[in-house]
């Protein structure tokens, strides 16, 4: 049996304690990605293929496929965070909703066209991940992981921005995406279903946009980092404050830029 437990896991289940405001902050995805997976998968207009999501959180990326028409097996290991995405979904009955971690669940042979998961891929075990994709894929089926990125560089707050994270006593940013200093993007996806087993024909695309946070709503959105969720009350709170004085500080709202990252790759 593969030990996944392992993974630094008050950061991967910390979402449930802040599921409804999780569902408010956090921001949906882009149209065009969703144009782009089916496309990739192979689905036409009007059919009903199968997917499987990983880690769907509230639901925010479920909806998007299901309103296409796509049946959706979606699986979220938090309990507060999939009773939210059940009351999200509770219009489409081409959804299932199943309260378990994706290293757990086994399909029932190859039966989903596509599987995708939206800011979730990186909390699933690397041992499994890509054993469990292409058991649960049909052969040719997609596999479409992606991230909404912060895009630092083209933030006009990130240097105000940055001393607050300083001053409060954040690090460098490692494995935080909305830390000033974080790196954009995830690792080289390529390189990594090179040495996937059952996977070929890696893709990387792109989607550039923008979202206009008040302060609160950014402090919200700050609330639901795992790297937030798991400091201390009194730094956290520190943090918040110097933040929110930078936004204060321009009037009570700033623009954030962001790179939405969709990898592809196609099971063989």
Request: hydrophobic letters at 40%.
């Amino acid at each position: 049996m593969f030990d996944f437990l392992s993974m630094d896991e008050r950061r991967r289940l910390s979402f449930g304690g802040v599921a409804e405001l999780y569902d408010r902050s956090r921001p949906s995805y882009p149209p065009a990605l969703v144009d782009d997976v089916l496309e990739f998968a192979g689905v036409g207009p009007g059919e009903a293929d199968r997917a499987l999501e990983v880690g769907a959180g509230t639901g925010k990326a479920t909806v998007l496929f299901a309103d296409r028409g796509v049946s959706v097996v979606a699986l979220e290991p938090s309990a507060e965070m999939a009773a939210v995405a059940r009351r999200n979904c509770a219009e489409y009955e081409n959804v299932m909703i199943e309260q378990t971690e994706f290293e757990r669940w086994r399909p029932d042979g190859h039966e989903f066209r596509f599987m995708f998961s939206a800011q979730a891929w990186h909390w699933v075990s690397a041992d499994v991940r890509y054993v469990w994709a292409r058991a649960a894929l049909q052969a040719g089926g997609a596999l479409a992981p992606y991230w909404n990125i912060p895009d630092w560089e083209a933030c006009e707050l990130r240097d105000e921005l940055r001393e607050a994270y300083r001053r409060s006593g954040e690090g460098d940013g490692t494995g935080d995406p909305f830390h000033p200093s974080a790196q954009p993007g995830h690792d080289d996806w390529p390189g990594e279903i090179a040495a996937a087993p059952g996977f070929d024909g890696a893709q990387v695309r792109y989607y550039r946009w923008r979202w206009t946070y008040t302060t609160q709503c950014y402090v919200d959105l700050l609330g639901t980092q795992s790297a937030n969720l798991v400091t201390g009350d009194a730094q956290r709170d520190r943090l918040f404050t110097d933040v929110a004085g930078v936004i204060d500080a321009h009037g009570g709202a700033f623009e954030m830029p962001y790179v939405t990252q969709l990898c592809l790759a196609r099971a063989s």
